[in-house]
């Protein structure tokens, strides 16, 4: 495919890719609790000093999830070109999940074996950031004279919602679009893909209501389980079959998440489970509460306050038919839809570079589940922003997470050339 100077400035950078990509899994930057964050910033504050950037580390004060104990670190690095032009903004987390068990590699050692390196993180998404960096360095090696601004960041707490991380940083104007123009947010969604967006999100906690009694005599109680079973039967007859009729022109991958969808995510009823060393029986009595998480994730064409009121109608309709029946409802979290247009500036340029790279057109898609991209658009009210980035999607959170060398190199060009074409490069 194309071979540029560019190109070619990524092909010579290549140890150097798998080098950067190693050091960054190394520094074990767990979420939850948020271990190493600052260690991770001042690597990386170290190496883009060094490249020509000028870098701030910002603490979350005071954000959800900062502590003294576990402050929350982010960096921004910017390099400004000797001319007026766009900014361009890659943005990456730096956290990851916890190891979990499984793992037939050491998840913080950065070992490689045939092409791969592997770490937790090293899809999700260190080797994203590691192409980030590789390719804005190889850019302004090469087109020392460009016009406009590169921006890289990486920040904390993308897993655990991001509030200490992009969010904080759109609430203190980073992502105002005076200040940066484009975004691309290098997460794991495969080479030849185009992520421009994902679906909403809103989750809330349902109580139904009993009175407790002497389980030997129910009848004198009201069980808030068996009013929950109702809950779930209704779910099940009513709710479950119509989220399967509501489809998506959003291109969601995969198949299953283009429509519609609810997850129990937790049920709890009556007595608390005692710890797995306690060896006494339950004690007998009729459930007074049972609490039940729901995790509904819903489509551009649907709008919040109706997904709100379709759950409030199904449990209102159970208050006028079942005897005795009462519920709570709290809200826990909402997010809104997202979706960049087909034909936004970066769209274009990653499209253009992608084929350029591997000859072929990118695959446009959307993301189930949300990332950074919702605090960009709803704080930054920025809309010129995609998630682009190398590595496989269902590796991340896996054991024996991995990265791919060449993926990695490949996506590093298209960031590159995506860099060109944004930037003009009279020289
Ligand atoms: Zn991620």
Redesign the pocket.
């Known amino acids: 495919m194309t071979n540029t100077n560019l190109t070619r400035a990524i092909d010579a950078r290549r140890d150097d890719l798998v080098a950067l990509t190693q050091d960054l899994i190394r520094i074990a930057t767990l979420n939850p609790p948020g271990e190493n964050y600052r260690e991770i910033c001042l690597y990386l504050d170290k190496r883009l000093s060094a490249s020509g950037f000028d870098t701030q580390l910002i603490r979350a004060h005071d954000a959800i999830g900062d502590s003294n104990k576990h402050p929350r670190w982010n960096i921004v690095a910017r390099h400004q070109g000797p001319h007026p032009g766009d900014c361009i903004h890659f943005n990456s ?1 730096h956290d990851v999940v916890e190891v979990g068990s499984g793992w037939t590699k050491d998840p913080f050692g950065g070992q490689i074996e045939d092409g791969k390196i592997y770490g937790r993180g090293a899809c ?2 260190k080797g994203g950031l590691a192409a980030s960096i590789i390719a804005a360095e190889a850019f302004i090696a090469t087109y020392p004279n460009h016009a406009g601004t590169i921006e890289i960041s990486a920040t904390a707490d ?2 655990s919602g991001g509030f200490g991380g992009v969010a904080y940083l759109a609430e203190k104007g980073f992502f105002n679009p005076e200040r940066v123009q484009h975004v691309i947010i290098p ?2 969604l495969n080479k030849n893909r185009i992520c421009l967006g994902h679906r909403g999100v809103y989750w809330a906690e349902i109580e139904t209501k009993g009175r407790i009694a002497h389980g030997s005599m129910p009848f004198l109680g009201d069980c808030a389980i068996r009013h929950m079973g109702a809950v779930i039967r209704e779910m099940e007859d009513t709710l479950f079959p119509a989220l399967a009729e509501k489809r998506t022109d959003m291109p969601v991958v995969p198949e299953g998440a283009k429509q519609s969808t609810l997850n129990i995510n937790s049920l709890h009823g009556g007595e608390d489970e005692q710890a797995a060393d306690y060896t006494g029986l339950p004690s007998p009595c009729v459930p007074h509460s049972a609490r039940m998480i729901i995790d509904r994730r819903f489509l551009i064409e649907e709008n919040l306050s109706d997904v709100k009121t379709e759950i409030r109608d199904l449990l209102d309709q159970l208050s006028q038919t079942r005897p005795d029946f009462s519920y709570e409802i709290r809200d826990l979290h909402e997010v809104e839809p997202t979706m960049t247009a087909q034909n936004a500036p970066i769209v274009t340029a990653t499209s253009r570079a992608i084929t350029r790279v591997m000859g072929l057109t990118p695959d446009y898609v959307i993301s189930p589940g949300t ?1 950074d991209q919702k605090h960009i658009d709803r704080i930054g009210r920025l809309k010129n922003c995609i998630a682009y980035g190398p590595g496989i999607l269902d590796l ?1 959170h896996q054991p024996d997470e991995y990265v791919g060398i060449d993926d990695m190199i490949d996506s590093a060009k298209v960031m590159t050339l995506t860099l060109q074409d944004l930037l003009s490069t009279d020289d």
């Open positions: 987390h999700d998404m993308e897993e997460e794991p990332y991340a």
